[in-house]
T-cell receptor, first 113, second 115 residues
Framework: AQSVTQPDIHITVSEGASLELRCNYSYGATPYLFWYVQSPGQGLQLLLKYFSGDTLVQGIKGFEAEFKRSQSSFNLRKPSVHWSDAAEYFCAVTNNAGNMLTFGGGTRLMVKP | EAQVTQNPRYLITVTGKKLTVTCSQNMNHEYMSWYRQDPGLGLRQIYYSMNVEVTDKGDVPEGYKVSRKEKRNFPLILESPSPNQTSLYFC??????????????FGPGTRLTVT
């Protein structure tokens, strides 16, 4: 069975600082990976996705993520955080049929002025 | 505007009173799914549907029913709600064919409280 672990429940960074959110997955085949963001009281918005090819993927709002097969990781990064990035971030993996999307527990990001 | 809509957005009900949360998408997507979100657990899949009249269980289907009679609609039914079904529910859809179509589009959520 597939699974996703986000080790950090809460992270606080200063505005302008760099950010890395960790994600580790477990899946027997080549994974299809996603990062979603959920602003307070809102639904989920897709930040970026990885299916194959270049292991460094670019997303919206200046985010990027790197797929590392050897470490079973798909960490999300941003070089300079803005106050509007405060939200909850979810990593997810889907099976090859695309019908079972499994989420991690989420990381809540707080941004200090 | 392409979107997934859910109704109601907020619902407070009592144990045992049947309820239905509707979900509709206007993107002609084949795949639809329901999730519940609980603190610390992320989102967990309840049921999904690959196409009309085709539904299957996700990770936490107990206490829920679904139907897919039309492509655009995928209602979630709680026949006898219990307090442990108090949660935030999301409906999602995707084109469903080919891995590049696996991106799911989420509705705004329905916050359900069962007392």
């Amino acid at each position: 069975a597939q699974s996703v672990t986000q080790p950090d429940i809460h992270i606080t960074v200063s505005e302008g600082a760099s950010l890395e959110l960790r994600c580790n997955y477990s899946y027997g085949a080549t994974p299809y990976l996603f990062w979603y963001v959920q602003s307070p009281g809102q639904g989920l918005q897709l930040l970026l996705k990885y299916f194959s090819g270049d292991t460094l993927v670019q997303g919206i709002k200046g985010f990027e993520a790197e797929f590392k097969r050897s470490q079973s990781s798909f960490n999300l990064r941003k070089p300079s955080v803005h106050w509007s990035d405060a939200a909850e971030y979810f990593c997810a993996v889907t099976n090859n049929a695309g019908n079972m999307l499994t989420f991690g527990g989420g990381t809540r990001l707080m941004v200090k002025p | 505007e392409a979107q997934v809509t859910q109704n109601p957005r907020y619902l407070i009900t009592v144990t045992g009173k049947k309820l239905t949360v509707t979900c509709s998408q206007n993107m002609n997507h084949e795949y639809m799914s329901w999730y519940r979100q609980d603190p610390g657990l992320g989102l967990r899949q309840i049921y999904y549907s690959m196409n009309v009249e085709v539904t299957d269980k996700g990770d936490v289907p107990e206490g829920y029913k679904v139907s897919r009679k039309e492509k655009r609609n995928f209602p979630l039914i709680l026949e006898s709600p219990s307090p442990n079904q108090t949660s935030l529910y999301f409906c999602a859809s995707s084109p469903g064919t080919g891995h590049s179509s696996y991106e799911q589009y989420f509705g705004p959520g329905t916050r359900l409280t069962v007392t």
